[in-house]
């Protein structure tokens, strides 16, 4: 199983990124689907969750009405749309596969002026 980030980088604030995920080694389109984010010092924050069959989503408070998570099992990829950036967004962006257990390498992001 493995699930690789991509997409992060140094962006100013109100900016935009697209995190991606591709995964590989399992069923994807049978699975949930969530994105983490872990700050310098802080504990790693669940951001959004998507459902495997409805695509249903949830989001912490703190993105939501900015980030968007989406998927397409097609391409068996998970995608984060980020907008309107703020400096708080800096940390290390994660994808998750929550029944499976397997973690990504993580991608940066960067907000900053």
């Known amino acids: 199983v493995q699930l690789a980030e991509s997409g992060g980088g140094l962006v100013q604030p109100g900016g935009s990124l697209r995190l991606s995920c591709a995964a590989s080694?399992?069923?994807?389109?049978?699975?949930?689907m969530r994105w983490y984010r872990q700050a310098p010092g802080k504990e790693r924050e669940l951001v959004a969750t998507i459902q495997r069959l409805s695509g249903g989503t949830t989001y912490a408070d703190s993105v939501k009405g900015r980030f968007t998570i989406s998927r397409d099992n097609a391409k068996n990829t998970v995608y984060l749309q980020m907008n309107s950036l703020k400096p708080e967004d800096t940390a290390v962006y994660y994808c998750?596969?929550?029944?499976?257990?397997?973690w990504g390498q993580g991608t940066q992001v960067t907000v900053s002026s």
């Open positions: 998750h596969a929550p029944s499976i257990g397997s």
């Open positions: 080694g399992f069923t994807f389109s049978y699975y949930n």
